[in-house]
T-cell receptor, first 112, second 116 residues
C-alpha cells in the first residue's frame, strides 16, 4: 500500500516565476491538506481540499492556489514567487472527518 | 486561536537515558493532539495521537505521551533512547473535533540529540 507521494522532490525557481507541486494521497483517502515548512520552523497550514473544493484555508495570500482531481490527487500552485516562499512543502492525506493526517516526504522549493 | 508551545528547542541526552519532550497547547474547546517525528530531509511520521479515552497514549518506537487537560499539556516520553531517535519532534493540535475538516497547528519543534 503506497503512502502519500509528492513530486518533484526538489525544485529551483527564480523570483517571479510560477510553480506547481503535486501530491497523490494514501490509498483510500479523500482529503488532502498542504503545509509549508520554512527552515527551522514547524509546518504551517496552507489549505485543505475535499470533493475537489477548497474547504479550509490558512493565512496565505491568493498567490497560493490549489486543485483536487476526481482521483483525489492534488496540486499546489504558487504564482509570483518570492524569496520567502523557499521552504519544504508537505502534503498530507486523510479521510473526511476526525482522522489522522499522513504526510508525504515533501517537495523542497528553493527560490533564487 | 489555538497554539502550541514546545518549551525546549533542543534536548541533548545520552543513549539509554530517559527523555521527556514538553508540549503545551492553548484551546478553549476539545482537542485532538499529535506527536510527529521528522528525520533529516524527510517528511513527518506519526508517533502517536490522542483523540479521546485513556489519557496515556502509547505510540511507535517505545514512545508514549500523557494528555493532561487541566495543565493543557501533552508531553512525550521514552524510558530509554537510542542513537536512532535523533530527529526533530513536533507536537500538533487540532480543535476541529466536531467538523469534518481539520487543520493541524504545529509547535516549532524540539530537536532530540542522542549521543553515545
Amino acid at each position: 500500500d503506497a503512502g502519500v507521494t509528492q513530486s518533484p522532490t526538489h525544485l529551483i525557481k527564480t523570483r517571479g516565476q510560477q510553480v506547481t507541486l503535486r501530491c497523490s494521497p494514501k490509498s483510500g483517502h479523500d482529503t488532502v491538506s498542504w503545509y509549508q515548512q520554512a527552515l527551522g520552523q514547524g509546518p504551517q497550514f496552507i489549505f485543505q481540499y475535499y470533493e475537489e473544493e477548497e474547504r479550509q484555508r490558512g493565512n496565505f495570500p491568493d498567490r497560493f492556489s490549489g486543485h483536487q482531481f476526481p482521483n483525489y490527487s492534488s496540486e499546489l500552485n504558487v504564482n509570483a514567487l518570492l524569496l520567502g516562499d523557499s521552504a519544504l512543502y508537505l502534503c498530507a492525506s486523510s479521510l473526511y472527518g476526525p482522522d489522522t493526517q499522513y504526510f508525504g516526504p515533501g517537495t523542497r522549493l528553493t527560490v533564487l | 486561536a489555538q497554539s502550541v508551545t514546545q518549551l525546549d528547542s533542543q534536548v541533548p541526552v545520552f543513549e539509554e537515558a530517559p527523555v521527556e519532550l514538553r508540549c503545551n497547547y492553548s484551546s478553549s474547546v476539545s482537542v485532538y493532539l499529535f506527536w510527529y517525528v521528522q528525520y533529516p530531509n524527510q517528511g513527518l511520521q506519526l508517533l502517536l495521537k490522542y483523540l479521546s479515552g485513556s489519557t496515556l497514549v502509547k505510540g511507535i518506537n517505545g514512545f508514549e505521551a500523557e494528555f493532561n487537560k487541566s495543565q493543557t499539556s501533552f508531553h512525550l516520553r521514552k524510558p530509554s533512547v537510542h542513537i536512532s531517535d535523533t530527529a526533530e519532534y513536533f507536537c500538533a493540535v487540532s480543535d476541529d473535533v466536531n467538523t469534518g475538516f481539520q487543520k493541524l497547528v504545529f509547535g516549532t519543534g524540539t530537536r532530540l540529540l542522542v549521543s553515545p
